[in-house]
């Protein structure tokens, strides 16, 4: 069963544009998508880090 969110992205889809993730690998940047098998598995298992605001 689809969910309303599925729902609305099949019916709106052709107004959706892809988007381009990069993500800095060795000094540079380059996207995700062009990255092996291996690489896109090791960026999923990435943990963000978000800094705290000094007080």
């Not at 544009?17 to 993500?23: G, I, N, P, Q």
Request: glycine content about 6%; proline content about 2%; charged content about 35%.
């Amino acid at each position: 069963m689809k969910t309303a969110t599925q729902h609305l992205l099949e019916q709106h889809n052709n107004l959706r544009t892809k988007c381009l993730v990069y993500t800095r690998v060795m000094g540079y940047h380059r996207p995700v998508e062009s990255f092996n098998i291996g690489k896109k598995g090791e960026h999923k298992q990435r943990k963000h880090f978000e800094e705290r605001r000094c007080e």
